[in-house]
């Protein structure tokens, strides 16, 4: 095991806190210190891992490659310690103001936030949730440093260090005004393809319809298009477009805007929504209680 006798353990907690604010004053009013403080502290961690950690940028300062590989190990060490010493300290939801930070599509925020908003307001009156939209490898940072709790919708697999649960499939329906021409007939292969669609095109990680609709013939560029799905319903229910969304987004759009829905006659894969959470939040009680509530709230039955 490594001499830890020369590392002074509260310098971990400048390293953290530099993950996520990537901004020495920042940190220094986090944790209540005087700028230089900070300063020396991180001269202390460079020389106790002969490394520069944080170089300056003109967007803040920036982990270097050995800092970002040690976020999750610091992270991880840094939530058993706490959870070491606040060990008799229970979460209650009827007293907490936690705030916790979900990372959702905009789909997801249209499906997941209302319910767990009221779910708030009935058991945790003072608990918050902020949701942010990120992916990829950003998500994957932004987990491991703390500024993301719980990821819920349909990403890749983070790799080691999260878990993940899955809450749901699903497929999809092409939303319609309630008097399009289409609505009451058998929607055959190429009506669909001959109507006129509005498109999404940062879809992201819906990206599937797109190239569903590619690959049956659909011209992209000849169509309308919205960076995300938030607008759909608003353009649909007052035009003779079709869109293809996700079905839970349409189920819970179609009745708040009077839209009809049908099954796209084109093959599109199905979705597979998962909720992933870090290794070191998984003992954590206040993350245990609102994944809890996350999976009773949302997940099929049918779901592992």
């Not at 994957?140 to 819920?152: F, L, S």
């Not at 983070?158 to 092409?174: H, I, V």
């Not at 109507?195 to 999404?200: G, N, P, Y």
């Not at 189920?251 to 070191?280: K, Y």
Request: proline residues 6%; contains cysteine.
């Amino acid at each position: 095991m490594a001499d830890l006798r020369g590392l002074d353990l509260n310098l971990l907690i400048v390293f953290q806190h530099l993950l996520e604010e990537r901004n020495l004053s920042a940190v220094a009013r986090r944790m209540d210190l005087s700028q230089p403080a900070v300063s020396h502290a991180l001269r202390r961690l460079r020389t106790a891992f002969d490394d520069e950690l944080f170089v300056r940028t003109a967007t803040g300062m920036q982990p270097t490659p050995l800092a970002e590989r040690l976020a999750e190990p610091v992270a991880e060490a840094l939530a058993l310690l706490s959870s070491m010493l606040e060990v008799r300290d229970a979460f209650d939801p009827a007293t907490s103001r936690r705030r916790f930070t979900l990372a959702l599509s905009d789909v997801g925020e249209i499906h997941f936030m209302p319910e767990l908003v009221a779910l708030c307001a009935r058991q945790a009156p003072g608990v918050r949730i902020d949701v942010v939209r990120t992916t990829g490898a950003d998500l994957r940072r932004a987990m491991e440093a703390g500024r993301v709790d719980i990821a819920v919708g349909v990403f890749e697999d983070l790799g080691a260090g999260f878990f993940q649960r899955l809450l749901f499939r699903q497929g999809y329906l092409t939303l319609l005004r309630h008097d399009h021409p289409l609505v009451g007939r058998e929607m055959s292969r190429e009506a669909f393809l001959a109507a006129e669609h509005v498109i999404v095109t940062q879809a992201a990680p819906y990206g599937q319809i797109n190239e569903a609709l590619r690959r049956a013939g659909v011209n992209l560029s000849r169509h309308f298009s919205v960076p995300h799905f938030g607008a759909l319903p608003y353009i649909v229910a007052d035009n003779a477009l079709l869109a293809t969304v996700p079905r839970k987004l349409a189920e819970v759009v179609a009745p708040r805007f009077g839209l009809a829905t049908i099954a796209p006659p084109i093959r599109i894969p199905w979705l597979q929504t998962h909720v992933f959470w870090t290794r070191r939040l998984h003992r954590d009680a206040g993350h245990q209680w609102l994944r809890q509530q996350i999976i009773d709230t949302f997940a099929d039955r049918a779901a592992p």
